[in-house]
C-alpha cells in the first residue's frame, strides 16, 4: 500500500487523508487510535486524530462529523467507538458521508452488505477473509462457525463467509452446548470478548482458527485472546495469536478502505 500511495502525489495532487475521532480517554480507545495514527504513517495517509473530552454534546460531535463530510480533502472518517453514553452512536454513525464511511458502520453501508451490493466492507471481517485466503485455507463448502453476533464482527464475518460458499452456523451466549457447536467447526471464528473463553475440547483438531477477542487476562494481566492459544495451537491446523492476528489486519483493511475511499470518484 506504501508503494501505491506513495504513486499518488504525482497522479492526483495529494495522498488520502483519514480523519479519526477520539472521545474521552478511554485507555483501549487512544491506544487503538495510537495504532491508527502509526500504520497511517507507514503507509503514507495523511491522518487527523481530533481528540474531545468525554463530556461533549452530541450536537458538537455531529458538527464535527458534518465539517469532516463537507471538507473535500477528507476522504475517511472514523468514530472511535464506543462513545460516552450520553451520545447515541447510531445516529452519529449515521451522519458520517456513506463515501466517507471507512469503517463500513454506516447503515447503508451495512445494507449494501447484505445485498451483496458495492460497499465498504468493515475492516475486521474483511481482515478475516483476507488471512483466511492468504493462509490458503479453501471456505467453499466448509463448515464454519462463528461465535458471537455483534454488529461489527460476528454478523459481518458470518455474512462473507456465507458469501464464500462455507455453511456457517453462528452461536452466541444463548445457544445450548457450545463445544458440541464449536467441534463441528472447520473453521472456527470467536468474537466474544472472554478472555481464553473457548477450550481445547471444543475444537476439532485440525481446525482453523480465527480469534477476534481482545482481552486482559485475570491471572498475567497480559493480552490475551477469546481462545485458549497455548492448549489449541498443536491441535488446529492454522490459529492466530493474540496480539498479533486479527488486530494488526484490521488496521491494514482500515489503511485499504481509507485509499479505496480516496480512490472512489477519481
Ligand atoms: P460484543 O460484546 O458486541 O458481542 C459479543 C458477542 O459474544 C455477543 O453476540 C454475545 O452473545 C457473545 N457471547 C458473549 N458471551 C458468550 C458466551 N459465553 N458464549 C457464547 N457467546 C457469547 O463484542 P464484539 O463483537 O464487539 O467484540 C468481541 C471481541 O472482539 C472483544 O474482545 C473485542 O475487544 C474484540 N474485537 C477485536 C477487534 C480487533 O480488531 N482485533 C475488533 C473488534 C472487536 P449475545 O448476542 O447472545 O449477547
Not at 508503494?3 to 492526483?12: G, H, I, N, R, S
Not at 473535500?72 to 447515541?88: A, S
Not at 492454522?238 to 482500515?254: E, H
Request: with cysteine; aromatic share 4%; proline share 7%.
Amino acid at each position: 500500500m506504501a508503494a501505491e500511495v506513495a504513486t499518488f502525489p504525482a497522479k492526483y495532487g495529494r495522498v488520502p487523508h483519514l480523519a479519526v475521532i477520539l472521545v474521552g480517554e478511554d485507555p483501549g480507545s487512544v491506544s487503538y487510535v495510537t495504532g491508527k495514527a502509526k500504520a497511517s504513517a507507514e503507509v503514507g495517509i495523511r491522518n487527523t486524530t481530533i481528540r474531545k473530552p468525554a463530556d461533549i454534546t452530541e450536537v458538537e460531535l455531529l458538527d464535527i462529523v458534518a465539517g469532516l463530510n463537507a471538507d473535500p480533502e477528507v476522504d475517511g472518517i472514523l468514530v472511535q467507538l464506543p462513545l460516552p453514553k450520553h451520545i447515541n452512536e447510531e445516529r452519529v454513525i449515521a451522519a458520517i458521508n456513506k463515501t466517507k464511511d471507512v469503517d463500513g458502520f454506516h447503515p447503508l453501508n451495512v445494507a449494501a452488505l447484505w445485498q451483496k451490493q458495492p460497499c465498504t466492507l468493515p475492516c475486521t471481517p474483511k481482515g478475516i477473509i483476507k488471512m483466511l485466503k492468504a493462509a490458503g485455507v479453501d471456505i467453499a463448502g466448509r463448515e464454519a462457525v462463528v461465535v458471537g453476533r455483534s454488529n461489527i464482527v460476528g454478523l459481518p464475518v458470518a455474512k462473507l463467509l456465507l458469501d464464500e460458499n462455507a455453511t456457517v452456523t453462528v452461536a452466541h451466549s444463548r445457544t445450548r452446548d457450545l463445544g458440541e457447536v464449536t467441534r463441528r467447526a472447520e473453521i472456527l471464528v470467536v468474537a466474544i470478548g472472554r478472555p481464553k473463553f473457548v477450550t481445547a475440547d471444543m475444537v476439532a483438531a485440525g481446525a482453523v482458527v480465527i480469534d477476534v477477542g481482545v482481552n486482559r487476562d485475570p491471572e498475567s494481566g497480559k493480552l490475551c485472546g477469546d481462545v485458549d492459544f497455548a492448549a489449541i495451537e498443536p491441535k488446529a491446523s492454522v490459529i492466530t495469536p493474540v496480539p498479533g492476528g486479527v488486530g494488526p489486519m484490521t488496521i491494514c483493511c482500515l489503511m485499504e478502505n481509507t485509499i479505496e475511499c480516496f480512490l472512489r470518484g477519481r
